[in-house]
């Protein structure tokens, strides 16, 4: 529980100094400046008095109870002021200092020193080489953090592992006027972690928006739990950098920290309905509007314009993002006849023209909020100098205290000569912005987590007719054996034992084997090599297809036993499928979080379109038809041009069955099947492989 | 000619006012307000003064020569005052005031009227419905607008349709205090063009940067040429709204203008090197940069940072637009280690650190300007408060005045505590943006530019071997027959006229014809019906494909003539051949600017992937080149899995043929050959359809 840490009565500052440019003296200013409602004590082996404050050689010497402590001291002495701090029963340390794990190993020793020693006195540590917190709540004023940018008070909060981002982010809120509700920045994130940050944020009353950014994920689990409850409360705006190799590897290079190109945290993010972005200015934005609006209830926007072009441009951004901007009711368009000007167009987006006062503007808006089928406002809003500005954002100001409907502005002034104008939105909670682009996104932003709250993924399916004992069994033997790559005979067994069809098959030792299995399965069937040195069975010409009677299946596998003599070898033979649709689905564990399943459709698809969709593992069914649906080649699923489809409810179903194995067998590295053959009736997989950790 | 336009000695005011909420007394003060050098002349029926400027009941009253007259005064009363103006001899006239084509046919009359008296007088109109221009240049201080924000000498200039657009940028520079050198917004835009203004900014010296809003091109030929010319003088930086048919319909709405959902555009900026947006934030921020940085040499980028985050972010950024993060050399390497704080990271990006000051800085922008292999400077700058930022900045600037390469700058700050940085990197001409995605943006805009203006795009190559009479004969026949699509002798006769090569082909009426022709192409053959009154063959059962023999030729045709019963029913028998890769070549006519031509892989490459690329007529060497090169799935032509790839050269002289027959004959409106079988020798049209301009 982080409440003393974010609300502490008490602060002191190990390391204080009356020196301006030190961090020791901008930790004890901020605190002052600030007001910080508690008690502060600069520590100081050189001072009586640090800007005004009295000052202690030693926190032992400190006459009242301390709550949180500032460390500014080189690294080197931190473990014994840890120890200190315990004998004072101090409850949370904050490690403002560098010189740990992110300089190198000794460093990270250092830093392992204090957790341990920290631990056994039951001290929490924020940090080390982090900037602290920030709580703006006017009972607790706690500016216990180094930066310079005076917060605000505020309703977002702001939650970063890299300062440099955090602060950015804080500087555009001030700069818009927002302020900001708490903020940490954590660092190299020792002890306490995002998840837990995210968890008491969710808990606080005051933080209506939470603001997360993340280069990568320690413990994707514990995040994964704490984002799903947060997110059920409030709306998490996030962004994940690091997205390419580059900046993966810049990001790995500047914390302690371990971040890899990954596509689990928008898989995260996307399960637990956090809203994802790829721009930090676009984020803040936002997050503004968050702040203050309701969420619409769908994507129909009512637009509302006294200039033309700006609409263009902001109708452009609306319907590229899969907005709606449905016509009026004649009810609605009969009301602007009457009470707008004539030449105004009473369509959608709604022109009062430039000449459009207050109450024009508030007719408009009053037509939109009245209209069943529009669920937000867009307004773009020019001042010209012979209109009253003041008083049309007055009544945009009115409606908007009503919450009924999210109201975005595109103010498009001077907003030093209207200030007044532009003070009236700012404080009456109406989210504005200089471009008609950045408003757009805005709203459709919230739009979008709409969208995302109200997506029910449901539970994923359990199916109860696999044999998880034996797939156990076979895992267990293969692992005892030293293998990586399972034998084929395994894994069509592991398959059967989950009930993922696939074509008949038979593994044989021999020609006359395979021409009997082959006449079991019946003809035409497919020969292909088995043996535990061969990964890639087409790469050695191992695979023959079409083969149609006994004597082209016993030539081949001859023709195959002499060419790839090698021990143990096998021989697969199997049904061949001709005509039907390939594709593929595929599992990969994924450190700590279970595994990311895939679906494609084969060949080029794959290959070269990229076209392919994951999710993490347990794949519900509403996420499994998203798989099917969301990709580009969708359509080919479903016939086009004459063809056929294929039985999309048997591939949502090997979807989910293949979820289940490898979450029951988290063994299982990799899957692959691929192909699968999919008909208009059947489904059936032609050819898989498995690879399992081994550390031997 | 504009000069006079923007640079009037004298402007008149018709419908002066001394209302204060009037236009007509607004474009009063803000001549004066500017600080105008010429006279002003204010006329008024009412008034004998306006703002303590002399004014006159008729501009024929006036005692010296004017130059340009605002007209602000109801539409039926400005065809007389034109020719008072022409009495007068006026040069130009804006006509600011509404109540012309936008409101209607009435409307367009008066318009129509005010060009035909204009055009007598030797007078040229800028609008109507139009706000007027800007220039800032010192000597001149033209402010003819009613806008209403105070423009600062700069040496972006604007030229928009849209007003509103036009100010909302304006105003976005004001705010970012680099100012504007000369506006104009032409509204309906009766008289003077959009090529016109940008010729005349082409040749201003003062003006460095253009930055272009349109919402469709009214004469998209003369805005080709205007373009081409002045862009290879200068930067033209557009934005093209009204891209969704959405966005068209209400760019249609708000001006007389003509708006369509159209490619053209886009093709004529990629033809002309034009640098084109999508967001107008991004466009005015990339503006900025290009008014005052070198553009780079090349996309190779050196990264300075004294916070880690950020950089990550850039990074992310600058991969994902194919820019390059190249290692520095080994002496670089030295040069930092040695100068450098020891635990900074002398990689690329160069980790300054937190604490770095001036003289750290200049270490890493030194060694960036020195490498030869980087092309930029990306800085991200925090300014923590134990550095001197001041002097940081005096550093950024002192390099940046050598304009030796681009340098863009992040400047994360308190913009209000850290006003002396701010201004000391203003006004040496530094960009710097509030977040690093907007900074990193700004330089790739600057390296996709200097990637477009060195683009050689060369000529289109002209074909001798065609027989361009024998085409224009047989469209002249079609034509001349009323009919719109062209039977399938006259398309394979066209497509031979200018060799573009088609499977053998042969047109017969009855079956003993048909065995006969298929006997000389040789099988197997295909079977198509040829009808005036059928479009699409196969939707009646028109095609059948791979027949062998005599037979087969015989039924199949027998069995057409009785079910197809049509008159002038012909069988066109044409080699089959199987096999191959299908692709597509188009081409359809746009008005006012010859044609579009389109490439694609067939069947699920176009209808399901939409994986088409679009270029100009004429289609150069170089495009049709990167038409293949530039498709998603362009790999397919080159061969994968062990598959042949096809002749590309044999592609890319199609595709031009194609362009020189459409450019040669506009009668086509459109053109598909679909598809074409290609083979890694041969390439060859197996069915094409060509519709024909026909008013009958």
Redesign the interface.
Known sequence: MLDVLFRPKSVAVIGASTKE???GN?IVKNLIDFGFKGSIYPISLKSDEILGVKAYKSILEVPGDIDVVHMVIPSKFVPQAIDDCGDKGVKFVILNG?GFAE?GPEGAAIEEDCLVRAKAHGIRILGPNCQGIINTDPDVRAYCN?T???PDPGSISIV?????????IH??F??MGIGTRMYASNGNACDITIPEILNYYGDDEGTRVILL?V?GLRDPEAFLKAASEVAAKKPILAMK???????????A???GGLAKVDLATDLIFEKTGILSF????EL?HAAVAFSSQPIPKGNRVGMITN???????A??V???AGME?PPLSKKAEAILQEKLFP?A?V?N?I?VLATAGAEQFRTAIDVIMDEDQLDSVYI?F?????VDAESIAREIVEVNQESKKPIICNL????R?WKGTVDILKEGGVPYY?????AAKVLTALTKYHEIRTREIGEARRFEDVDRENVAAILQKAKGAGREWLSATEVYQILGAYGIPTADWQVTTNSEEAVKAAAEIDFPVVVKVDADTIVHKSDVGGVVVDLWDNDAVRSTVEEMEERLNTKDLRFLIQKYLPGGKEIIIGAKAEEGLGHLVMFGIG??YV???KDVIFKLTPVTTVEAHEMISSL??A??LRG??GGKGVNQERIVEIIQRVSQLVSDCPTIQELDLNPIIAYEDQVLVVDARIFIANSH
């Open positions: 440019l030190s961090i901008r560098g300089v180094f310079f940018t005076k970063a592992l890299s300062g440099g981002v955090a602060e950015t500087q555009a001030s700069e950014y280069e950098a690091g997205r390419t190799e580059e900046g993966a590897k810049a990001a290079s500047h914390t790829t721009d930090e200015a803040c200039t033309g072009g700006p609409a263009v441009i109708t452009d609306f319907v590229n901007i030449e167009s369509g987006p022109d773009n020019v001042t010209p100098f012979f498009m002034t001077d907003k000569q200089s471009f008609p682009s950045t060949g080029i290959e070269i379109m580009q080649a359509p080919l086009i041009r």
